[in-house]
């Protein structure tokens, strides 16, 4: 018979592993500064508010993704426990 998911034997534990939450707070933050880099240049045509900020923004989206998809590989998940 086949051994369950490691991810459903723990019951009452984090969805995610740690690696996974700090990747989110990385993209919180980087969506969180192209906000406020765009906020505070305040120009309509400025270079930040056209170039660098949609970067950060769109990167932190992916940093987003990125660490909802992530899932550490069989052998890593065994090493932890």
Known sequence: MSKPSTRRSRSGML??????????LIGVALISV????MYLES???GPISLYVSPVLIVGGYA???YAL?????????????
Not at 34 to 37: L, N, P, V, Y
Not at 70 to 77: F, G, I, K, S, T
């Open 43 to 45: 120009a309509y045509l």
């Open 63 to 65: 940093e987003i993704i």
């Open 34 to 37: 192209g906000f406020a880099a």
């Open 69 to 81: 998809m992530w899932a550490p590989d069989e052998d890593e998940a065994s090493q932890e426990t």
């Open 15 to 24: 969805v995610f592993e740690t690696w996974n939450y700090v990747l989110l």
